[in-house]
């Protein structure tokens, strides 16, 4: 009830304002009708402004961003294509790096086998020969340590070393000379 009394209460309009009419304000405006003309013009350009930048610029800048992006999925494609090729060369390296690895390593197996058959040759060489007796000669009439070492198989040197003989002064004819013969 007391909604309707507020109502009641509230001034109505005077009868002077036409209350119809679409310029109907709390204080009537009168507008010419040049001015109404003039209005509507802004309105007509504003619209026409607006259909402009929307659907005309809009199918250009449209063209425009269509042709970018067509631009940037071609670059992408190429760039993704020269990756796959960067990525398979490295494959196909790493590939013959262990095919050679893999030589590399029977390679140095074969190594360590021949190294451990020339370690055991050297030890064996390392031994010291087996001494027969050791024999005493005496130097006859005319031999020479060349002809005496040929005769019981060793070298001149040797003959020399065993008995600390001088090379340049030959055993003389009487001399007794140590050989140990193989």
Do not use: C
């Not at 590399?104 to 064996?124: H, M």
């Not at 020479?144 to 065993?162: C, H, M, N, P, Y």
């Amino acid at each position: 009830m007391e909604n309707q009394s507020e109502i009641k209460n509230t001034p109505s309009p005077s009868p002077s304002q036409d209350q119809g009419s679409p310029f109907y304000f709390k204080q009537r405006f009168k507008l010419s009708a040049l001015e109404i003309m003039f209005g509507l013009l802004i309105v007509i350009g504003l619209i026409y402004i607006g259909y402009f930048i929307l659907f005309q610029e809009s199918s250009g800048t449209s063209t425009k961003l269509q042709k970018k992006i067509n631009f940037m999925e071609t670059s992408s494609r190429e760039q993704a294509g020269k990756f796959d090729q960067k990525i398979k060369a490295i494959q196909d390296n790493q590939t013959q790096l262990e095919v050679r690895l893999k030589s590399q390593e029977a390679i140095n197996r074969d190594l360590s086998t021949k190294v451990g058959k020339l370690e055991k040759r050297l030890l064996e060489e390392k031994k010291p020969p087996v001494v027969k007796e050791k024999i005493q000669y005496k130097v006859k009439k005319g031999e020479t340590l060349q002809g005496i070492a040929k005769k019981f198989k060793v070298s001149t040197d040797e003959l020399v070393r065993w008995n600390k003989l001088d090379k340049n002064h030959p055993a003389r004819t009487g001399d007794t000379l140590i050989i140990f013969p193989r």
